[in-house]
Each structure stands twice: as structure tokens, then as C-alpha cells.
């Protein structure tokens, strides 16, 4: 488990460079992620976010993991080399264990249910956390989408009903654990690929199959290297804008709610973009040849959940926390 202390951030990038309301002076808001440009995502942030706080800061997206490798995003905001990212939950429970209820199987339950999730006071402990360890500010919730099991098999090979199904599989998960974690709870074998490799690892057989929401299968183009989706939606998948805490320490009280707002808006802008694809996205992909299908969900619901029970990252969620996401409406 690694630690990052608020005091230990180094601050360079606005040091010297006064009260941000300079216009000619501002400060550029570096935003990393291992996502394409065309990902609805990124296509909110920067249709939405960045023109919205385009007054006195300069939104400067990087694509594909291009400025920071997928998951090292968390480090390079706390230590000044980054200023904004969307980030998971399975990457703040590295840092803090109890973001991994967060990342847990089915229990998030749809889109409307992560944004209640987000706003209801249970959520407070865990920003401030977050805020206080990782000098990171969580601004708002976004969407990714239903996470399903897409496999370079056809069905007739491998017909993905029940966890059993799963057995010898070689999942590609990301790398944290977890995500490795809910592989195993899925009854595969996870292994750890970084996004931007998922391609190639299915195309050359060395992963037999990644989990992903539709509309990433689609925009990654994994249905090329892919013959059948079975729609576990094991994981109504989020990622929460996150913010440096010491850039936003340096705008004005009205900044800040700008960018707030900015936030909101970019994330709700790219639910609706991704709700939207993932309805259109089944006929899409059968097109393409390939088989999706539905499995015993309650069959995946109920193992998964299991495993989870009496897990040390069970032990790690505060008394309650469970039962009030279960008890929010969505
Ligand atoms: C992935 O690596 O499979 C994942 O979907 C994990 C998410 O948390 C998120 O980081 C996402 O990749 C990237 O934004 C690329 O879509």
C-alpha cells in the first residue's frame, strides 16, 4: 500500500506565476488518461469542460496514455506532474482500501444510481480522504458503462452461462488488484494488461478475452479481434473526475465553482453519449459477426458476490457503507 501526503506535494507549475486571474498568465490543466480522443469521455471534457473554463485556464488533454501510463495518474497529480485525470476506484483503492467497494461486482446498479451514490453524504469521508492524502479533489462521477465478457472464442467453443464457464480463461483485467480481483470472482483467470495493449493481446492470443463496456469495445476496436460478448454486466463501471487539490487551492472562489460545474456538466454530457451507445452498440457488434448474448446473470451475481464477503477488501469498508449504496434509489 502506498502513501502520499498532502504536505510532501511539490507545487512548481503555478509557483511564479501569481493570482490566476492573469488572463495572459493561465495556468494549463493537464489531463491524462489511457482513453482515445473519440471516447465519449474525453469528447465531454473537451466539448464541455474545457471551453467552460477556457476564461482563465487552458484545458490540454493527453490521449491513450500518452503523458502518464494508466494507472500512475493518482502520483503524478500529488506530486505536480499532472493536474487533472478521470480516475477509478479500483486506482484509489491502491491508496485508500475503502474506494474498493466502489470497484466491487454488482453493486453499483446503474448510471442514475452512481450519480446518488456520489452526491449522498456517505460520499463525504471518502472525498475528504482522498483530498487530504492524495491532494486530489474528486469533482464529479462519469460514466463508463456496463462491463460485459468479451472473448476471442465463439460461443460454439466456449458458451459463457455461469461463473463455471469461466474456468481456465485468461481474462485480461487491469492491473491493480481489484481488478484482478474481480476477475477471479468472475471464475477466470485475470491477467494484468495495461488498456493500450488490450489489442494486441487479443489479436496475437496472448489474453483470451478483456472486459469492457460496449461502447469501448467498439471505439478500441476490440470486435475486430473478438467473436462474442456474454453480457455479464458484472460491474456498472465508473471514473470520477479527479482535480489537483493545489491548482484548485489557487483559483478564486468563483473559479472553483466554474469548474465544478464544469465537471458536472462534462459528466453528465458523456452519460448521456455513453447510455446512448450502449443501447445502440448490441445491434452494432452482431453486425460485426459477433455473437452477444445474455448469461445466468443470477448466477454471476450470486458468485461473485460471495467471493467478496469476508474478503480483505470487505474488511477494509466502513461499518454501513454497504447497506446505504444498496438502500439509494436510482
Ligand atoms: C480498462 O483498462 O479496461 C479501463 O476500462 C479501466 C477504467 O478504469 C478506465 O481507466 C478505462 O480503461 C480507460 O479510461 C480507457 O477507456
Do not use: C
Not at 492573469?22 to 471516447?39: L, W
Not at 466539448?47 to 488533454?61: D, K, N, R, S
Not at 474498493?100 to 472525498?127: E, W
Not at 473478438?226 to 456498472?236: D, F, G, N, P
Amino acid at each position: 500500500r502506498r502513501f502520499l501526503m498532502a504536505s510532501a506535494i511539490t507545487f512548481t507549475a503555478l509557483a511564479a506565476s501569481g493570482p490566476l486571474a492573469i488572463a495572459q498568465d493561465k495556468p494549463v490543466i493537464r489531463m491524462s488518461t489511457p482513453a482515445s480522443e473519440t471516447d465519449q469521455r474525453s469528447v465531454a471534457l473537451a466539448t464541455v469542460f474545457g471551453p467552460a473554463i477556457a476564461e482563465f485556464a487552458t484545458y490540454q488533454p493527453h490521449y491513450n496514455a500518452s503523458l502518464v501510463p494508466q494507472g500512475s495518474e493518482l502520483e503524478a497529480i500529488a506530486s505536480g506532474d499532472l493536474e487533472m485525470s478521470i480516475t477509478s476506484a479500483q486506482e484509489l483503492a491502491n491508496f485508500l482500501p475503502e474506494f474498493s467497494i466502489f470497484a466491487t461486482g454488482y453493486v453499483h446498479r446503474s448510471a442514475q444510481h452512481q450519480v446518488n451514490v456520489f452526491s449522498d453524504p456517505l460520499m463525504d469521508p471518502f472525498k475528504e480522504k482522498v483530498e487530504s492524502e492524495l491532494g486530489v479533489k474528486l469533482l464529479a462521477v462519469m460514466y463508463l458503462g456496463k462491463r460485459h465478457v468479451n472473448l476471442r472464442f465463439p460461443r460454439s467453443e466456449k458458451n459463457i452461462m455461469t461463473p463455471a464457464d469461466l474456468a481456465g480463461v485468461n481474462l485480461r483485467m487491469p492491473g491493480s488488484d481489484a481488478w484482478q480481483f474481480l476477475g477471479r470472482a468472475l471464475g477466470a483467470n485475470p491477467t494484468p494488461v495495461a488498456f493500450t495493449e488490450i489489442y494486441t493481446g487479443l489479436q496475437t492470443g496472448s489474453v483470451d478475452g478483456q472486459d469492457n463496456p460496449l461502447p469501448t469495445v467498439v471505439d478500441a476496436k476490440f470486435y475486430e479481434v473478438t467473436k462474442q460478448v456474454s453480457l455479464t454486466a458484472h460491474l456498472v463501471d465508473l471514473n470520477y473526475v479527479a482535480f489537483s487539490k493545489a491548482v484548485w487551492d489557487k483559483l478564486t472562489p468563483e473559479q472553483q465553482s466554474t469548474v465544478q460545474k464544469a465537471a458536472e456538466d462534462a459528466a453528465q454530457a458523456g452519460r448521456e453519449g455513453q447510455l446512448k451507445k450502449e443501447d445502440e452498440l448490441v445491434a452494432f457488434l452482431k453486425d460485426q459477426g459477433l455473437e452477444v448474448y445474455e448469461p445466468d446473470l443470477n448466477a454471476f451475481r450470486t458468485h461473485v458476490q460471495a467471493q467478496y464477503v469476508g474478503s480483505d477488501f470487505a474488511k477494509a469498508w466502513p461499518e454501513g457503507v454497504l447497506d446505504k449504496i444498496n438502500a439509494i434509489a436510482d
